[in-house]
């Protein structure tokens, strides 16, 4: 079955450092993974994605993520944070149920960005 | 700009009764989900439609129904709410052509007592 982990509850980090939010997966096949944000009392926002090709995918709002095959990861990164990208992040990654394509989530990440 | 409206931000009902939420994409999009939100488990699939009329059972299908009669609405329904379904619902729809975008509505906070 597919998955992903997100190991960190919480992240904290100081405004302008860079930021880093954890994923690994669990897939068979080729990965098609994902990261939304979820600001307060808000629904879910599409950052990014990776289907195929360059490691690096970049995003919405400055930030970027990287698919590394061989740890089965695809971490959320940004060069420097800003205090309005505390939110709620989510990792997700395409899973088959019957030839249809549907997304598993994962548990969530809080970032916490300090002025 | 492109919208998913759920019909209720916040619902307080009672144990045992019948709850509808309501879910309206203008995208039309052909896929449309409903999931629940809760602390410490992060989203997980309720139930999910294809398209017009078609629905699928997700992960946790037990309690609810759905029902999607037109392409743009999809409800989520349930036939006897317990305390046990407090939680944040979430709508999103996508295009079959664009993979794992999904759009979501800004969820409904439903409390059962």
């Known amino acids: 079955a597919q998955s992903v982990a997100q190991p960190e509850d919480q992240v904290n980090v100081a405004e302008g450092n860079p930021l880093t939010v954890k994923c690994t997966y669990s897939v068979s096949g080729n990965p098609y993974l994902f990261w939304y944000v979820q600001y307060p009392n808000r629904g879910l926002q599409f950052l990014l994605k990776y289907i195929t090709g360059d490691n690096l995918v970049k995003g919405s709002y400055g930030f970027e993520a990287e698919f590394n095959k061989s740890q089965t990861s695809f971490h959320l990164k940004k060069p420097s944070a800003l205090v309005s990208d505390s939110a709620l992040y989510f990792c997700?990654?395409?899973?088959?149920?019957?030839?249809?394509?549907?997304?598993?989530f994962g548990t969530g990440t809080r970032l916490l960005v300090s002025p | 700009d492109v919208k998913v409206t759920q019909s209720s931000r916040y619902l307080v009902k009672r144990t045992g009764e019948k709850v509808f939420l309501e879910c309206v994409q203008d995208m039309d999009h052909e896929n449309m989900f409903w999931y629940r939100q809760d602390p410490g488990l992060g989203l997980r699939l309720i139930y999910f439609?294809?398209?017009?009329?078609?629905?699928e059972k997700g992960d946790i299908p037990e309690g609810y129904s759905v029902s999607r009669e037109k392409k743009e609405r999809f409800s989520l329904i349930l036939e006897s709410a317990s305390t046990n379904q407090t939680s944040m619902y979430l709508c999103?729809?996508?295009?079959?052509?664009?993979?794992?975008?999904?759009?979501f509505g800004e969820g409904s906070r439903l409390t059962v007592l």
């Open positions: 999103a729809s996508k295009s079959w052509r664009t993979p794992g975008e999904l759009f």
């Open positions: 439609s294809y398209d017009v009329k078609m629905k």
């Open positions: 997700a990654v395409r899973a088959l149920n019957t030839g249809f394509q549907k997304l598993v």
